[in-house]
């Protein structure tokens, strides 16, 4: 029996490994016995071309060169003597962790909330800001609010505000 091209690979998926690093996953296709696959061609982005010489369903990526704010884009395809068969195709973002700066100024009653921008990608500007304020004494807390920030792009800068009772209260913020 003679097989053509092989079929797509299935159950492509991909996970970050601390942060330098994408693991590419996925099932080989149905191949007839005695008709090995003989490796698979990657393409990432269109630009890097990767061919492996065996039957690995997985390969480890670098994520050095990947733009975390720009998709990724990864076709893989299974190889047999025939040739290069079907592709199947995954998009993902690299991950990033950045540090959040921000800047809280606390004014007649008001606390202002400015995070600077500029080191992040538009995708992962925040969605909220939570403030959560205490009284003096630091155990009760007096207020729990969400801010949703507006960006300024001229300044590259996200802003919120809300009120609190008295400058002298201890405020937790968090980012997300």
């Not at 959040?100 to 606390?106: D, E, G, N, R, S």
């Amino acid at each position: 029996m003679i097989q053509g091209l092989l079929d797509s690979v299935v159950d492509l998926d991909y996970t970050f490994i601390n942060g330098s690093n994408v693991l590419l996953t996925w099932t080989a296709p149905y191949t007839l016995d005695n008709v090995p696959i003989t490796g698979y061609y990657i393409v990432v982005n269109e630009l890097v071309n990767i061919t492996t010489i065996n039957d690995n369903t997985n390969i480890t990526l670098s994520a050095a060169n990947l733009d975390p704010c720009l998709l990724n884009n990864v076709s893989v395809s299974p190889i047999n003597d025939v040739g290069i068969g079907s592709s199947n195709n995954i998009s993902f973002y690299n991950e990033t962790v950045h540090d959040v700066h921000l800047t809280p100024v606390c004014d007649e009653g008001l606390i202002y909330i400015s995070i600077n921008v500029s080191a992040i990608c538009e995708r992962e500007y925040p969605d909220s800001i939570a403030v959560i304020i205490f009284g003096s004494d630091s155990s009760r807390v007096i207020k729990n609010v969400t801010i949703i920030p507006q960006i300024n792009y001229q300044l590259m800068i996200a802003t919120g505000n809300t009120s609190i009772p008295s400058c002298n209260d201890t405020f937790i913020v968090n980012v997300s």
